[in-house]
């Protein structure tokens, strides 16, 4: 019965064979130890033959999805068992389909009932199968055991190392026996990480070998468990005078039944290190394209080989350090914490290797109806993109549902204090963004960032080239990894302070016909305006006062007009670009005064405010439930004089303000005194429409009452002028641009460039500014 493909199953079942039955000491064992929680259970019976447990786990109180990959079988389990209720029957490999048909919530309970030795990739199914795990489920092996089973029929068996494999990464486990089954109840999945392992010290002077880098039709890698008890790739010394891509590819034919041309192994790097003392130079070979059927031929050397998800990579337990440096070398940063190592990278013409499960093109395809039905992509190149460019192969790292989550920026990247340094941003923002860059067919594009993905997808939308750049050399690393992986050959890399531009032999004659930058940016460099092509669009995230907007600029001279304004949050620039903003600390730190873009004001006197009397106005200025009031902030930001954010650190309603512990509001300064923007719940109901919140303005200090109308009347400008209009006109000019050559309006200096903001109704009459002195009451206008 040792079957390995699903047509000897469907034969097996067709012709009335089955299993053995479900016993009376398996029922016990189960009624006991995994009884259906308080309000009913879900369990998912995984090859569940003609269906007899999931009948009974049906009895037991649960909802059960039976699920065989046999239609044979599930046929005669909707005939042996029409009368059970609450039994889904699926059928689904559990290795190889998409599992869409699963329960999105989990299961209290899931049972693998004399199959498990039958599991290809053991390894990768647990893991799986533990994440579909309810808090507080269980997993549930039932097996037959070596101990008792005839030699001739030990395929159907594990030995004690293979349940020791099996068990272990679980939180708890409990080993019960069934009348000569083993019955394993796992609880808490807690996979250990991955561990870089040597093997014995060697002999010789030095060691050089070929490691052969090989996956499967869904992107997944091939990895051997060893007799060592660790895992390791295809691989060895090499013979003679053969080259290591001939080395690669003999030791994948001897050890694995695979066979391939030395046309399609690659060398992508060489690693150089050193096993118990001696030098080691391991050459990364990797295998574009096989065939042939995996096998075992050296079983005196591996128990088994598995193809492996890359996302579980970091959490395999042991493997062979030159197998996990070769594996981060092709995918870099999916195992975290190797021993140190020399690389050398060659610049090899290596083809994409294609791959990818059935899941990630379902995922891909829901991901991309979810930016369209919200509208960010409304032009048929920009969906196309996202239909095709396989979003998970740049963020190796992460499972599925991570990857093409459409509202998640997936961090890639952090700093030693743990803050996001690189990320592949939401889909939906990646494509509002290509949107606004209205690019033409072979265009050529400029990216500030790096990571791969996003410059893909602009690669796809034009067919021309992307020129992208990072200052983080690991990131540029990784970018040429996954791009060659999985990539175009469009999109060249490079590292360097992407505020200053592309290198000049990368730019085109004329300029970029677009550019984006993927990091908030404080500032704009004048390099992106200089390296775009007259009339070409810029589009990045802009701090205005610390609120990030992406806008589109459209290029005409030396200044930039602003067409589009989106609401977004990116990963803080590095480089030239880094910035602080001035903070000062309040009531030891319960609050806290940012100063985003004004210059640093004093605070002398505003602790003493603070713990006396609070001045309240309300403005009289309302708005419902899910109202984006994004044009409220940058008007208050870029009118406001003395403009500030306040920042609480203590519970809404312990401290002196109302600000939510974590957040923020807009705030103006005075002499020894302040006053902040809040809005209050007004008016309650039972639906959203019956709900109100209207804006406040909460002051301290002398001069409290003053700047609280100043605020207020602001506020009431915005509603009158702005609320129901759109963004302001901005333009964007060169920081030496005089007084006289700027368009009237708001201006924001910066080091770099001068902003100016055109508000609607900003010609009629606002509330001076609060003067800064003790002796002068602020003068209160009409608004």
């Known amino acids: 019965m040792g079957y390995v493909v699903r047509e000897q199953w469907q034969e097996h079942f067709a012709d009335g064979k089955g299993f053995r039955p479900l016993g009376d000491s398996e029922r016990a064992l189960l009624a006991e130890h995994t009884p259906v929680p308080d309000g009913g259970g879900r369990a998912l019976d995984l090859g569940c033959g003609a269906g007899g447990l999931a009948a009974y786990l049906a009895s037991l109180g649960y909802v059960v999805d039976a699920v065989d990959f046999a239609d044979s079988a599930l046929a005669r389990a909707r005939e042996e068992h029409a009368d059970a209720v609450g039994v889904s029957w699926i059928c689904l490999d559990i290795e190889r389909d998409d599992p869409a048909e699963l329960h999105e919530d989990g299961y209290d309970l899931i049972t693998m009932r004399l199959m498990y030795p039958f599991v290809r990739d053991r390894s990768r199914v647990l893991r799986g199968l533990g994440g579909r795990l309810r808090p507080g489920g269980a ?326 080239r992307v020129v992208t750049g990072d200052i983080d050399p690991f990131v540029v690393h990784r970018t040429r990894r996954l791009t060659a992986e999985a990539g175009s050959g469009r999109v060249t890399p490079f590292q360097g302070d992407a505020a200053l531009g592309a290198p000049t032999h990368l730019v085109p004659r004329g300029g970029f016909d677009g550019s984006m930058i993927t990091y908030n940016v404080w500032d704009i460099a004048p390099a992106w305006r200089e390296q775009l092509a007259e009339g070409g669009r810029l589009v990045l995230p802009l701090e205005i006062h610390g609120y990030t907007r992406a806008i589109a600029f459209r290029r005409s001279g030396d200044v930039l007009h602003a067409r589009k304004f989106t609401h977004c949050g990116f990963v803080r620039a590095q480089g030239e670009h880094a910035r602080n903003a001035p903070v000062v600390d309040l009531l030891g730190g319960e609050l806290q005064i940012r100063f985003e873009d004004n210059a640093p004001a004093s605070t002398q006197g505003l602790e003493e405010a603070l713990r006396g009397p609070r001045h309240e106005v309300a403005t009289g200025v309302t708005m419902g439930p899910n109202f984006y009031f994004g044009s409220l902030q940058l008007y208050a930001a870029t009118t406001l004089a003395s403009f500030c954010r306040l920042a609480a650190y203590r519970d809404k309603g312990t401290g002196v303000t109302e600000i939510a512990k974590d957040g923020d509001a807009p705030a103006i300064l005075g002499d020894a005194g302040l006053a902040y923007l809040i809005h209050v719940q007004t008016r309650h109901g039972d639906s959203p429409a019956e709900k109100e919140w209207e804006w406040f303005v909460h002051a301290f200090g002398e001069q409290g009452p003053q700047l609280a109308e100043q605020l207020a009347a602001t506020v009431r400008a915005w509603d009158r002028d702005v609320r129901d209009g759109a963004d302001p006109v901005l333009t964007v000019h060169p920081a030496d641009t005089p007084d006289r050559l700027l368009p009237a309006g708001d201006v924001l200096d910066k080091p770099l460039s001068r902003l100016v903001f055109q508000w609607p109704g900003r010609d009629g009459l606002l509330p001076a500014p609060v003067q800064r002195t003790e002796a002068v009451a602020a003068a209160v206008g009409g608004a």
Not at 225 to 242: D, P, Q, T, V
Not at 317 to 330: M, S, Y
């Open 139 to 464: 997993l549930v092996v039932i097996t037959p055991t070596v101990e008792h089973t005839p030699d001739e029929r030990r395929d159907i068996a594990l030995d004690e190392d293979e349940i020791s494999v099996l068990t272990e990464g679980w939180e708890t486990v409990e080993r019960l026996d069934a009348d000569q089954l083993a019955v394993l109840v796992l609880r808490g999945p807690c996979h250990a990480g991955t561990r870089a392992a040597e093997k014995r010290p060697p002999t010789g002077h030095a060691l050089t070998g070929a490691l052969a880098v090989v996956t499967d039709e869904a992107g997944r890698v091939l990895l051997g468990r060893s007799a060592r008890g660790m895992w390791e790739m295809a691989g060895g010394k090499s013979s003679g005078s053969e080259s290591f891509e001939t080395a690669a590819v003999r030791e994948l034919a001897e050890e694995t039944g695979l066979t391939a041309d030395a046309a399609d192994a690659h060398v992508v790097t060489m690693l150089v290190d050193d096993s118990h003392g001696v030098p080691r130079l391991t050459a990364v070979v990797r295998i574009s394209a096989w065939s042939g059927t995996l096998t075992n031929p050296e079983k005196q050397l591996f128990d088994r080989w598995e193809w492996h998800d890359l996302h579980d990579l970091a959490c395999i337990g042991d493997i062979f350090t030159p197998a996990a440096q070769a594996l981060d070398a092709i995918w870099p940063g999916t195992i975290p914490g190797l021993p140190p190592v020399h690389s050398y990278p060659l610049a090899v013409g290596q083809p994409p290797v294609p791959g990818e499960p059935a899941e990630a093109v379902r995922l891909r395809r829901k991901m991309t109806d979810a930016v369209i039905a919200g509208d960010w992509a409304p032009s048929e190149p920009v969906r196309e993109a996202l239909r095709t460019v396989p979003r998970h192969r740049y963020a190796p790292e992460k499972d599925l549902t991570t990857a093409y989550d459409d509202d998640l920026a997936v961090v890639t990247r952090r700093d030693e204090t743990g803050r996001a340094t690189s990320s592949v941003s939401a889909a939906w923002l990646q494509a509002d963004m290509i949107e606004s860059l209205r690019l033409r067919p072979g265009a050529i594009v400029y990216e500030a960032g790096s990571g791969g993905y996003n410059a893909e997808l602009l690669a796809h939308v034009t067919g021309g």
